[in-house]
């Protein structure tokens, strides 16, 4: 079944400007902003502004110009928060979650920069 598109997430409200944001960055596809509920120093979310659900589909649906565009903006934002390993930062993770099992709260693909600290094992042993 193909991905259907809630326009009402949050996210979307975002980019319609009936939600606020403290933006880092906009681009002509992309925006990025920081993370309500920061989970590091730096959390900051870079979304497409197309309606994609997660990454798949963005991947696979999305133009080239929107690729190079959002791919093009999470570089910008490691960059503008000083964190390139390649310019002497101290690294960062990125994290999309999709889905169920990726524990994905808002289906609209978004990708968390998360930095400024040690951001400790990739995943949370099962409990
Ligand atoms: P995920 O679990 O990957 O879907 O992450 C969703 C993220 O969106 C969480 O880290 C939330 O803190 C964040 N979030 C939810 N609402 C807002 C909002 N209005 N502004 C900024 N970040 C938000």
Redesign the pocket.
């Not at 524990?103 to 808002?106: A, M, S």
């Given at each position: 079944m193909p991905y259907t598109y809630d326009d009402q997430n949050?996210f979307a409200k975002?980019l319609r400007g009936e939600?606020p944001?403290t933006k880092v960055l906009e681009t002509d596809h992309a925006l990025a902003?920081t993370?309500?509920?920061p989970k590091a120093p730096h959390h900051v979310?870079v979304i497409p502004k197309g309606p994609y659900v997660c990454h798949d589909h963005f991947a696979l649906h999305a133009t080239d110009a929107e690729i190079v565009d959002f791919t093009r903006a999470i570089g910008k934002v490691c960059a503008q928060l000083g964190v390139s390993p390649g310019t002497q930062g101290a690294g960062y993770r990125l994290i999309s979650?999709a889905g169920t099992d990726g524990?994905?709260?808002?289906p609209h693909l978004?990708v968390?920069i998360l930095a400024g600290r040690n951001i400790g094992p990739m995943v949370m042993a099962p409990s």
């Open positions: 949050i975002i939600i944001c902003f993370d309500i509920s979310l979650n524990v994905q709260e808002v978004h968390h």
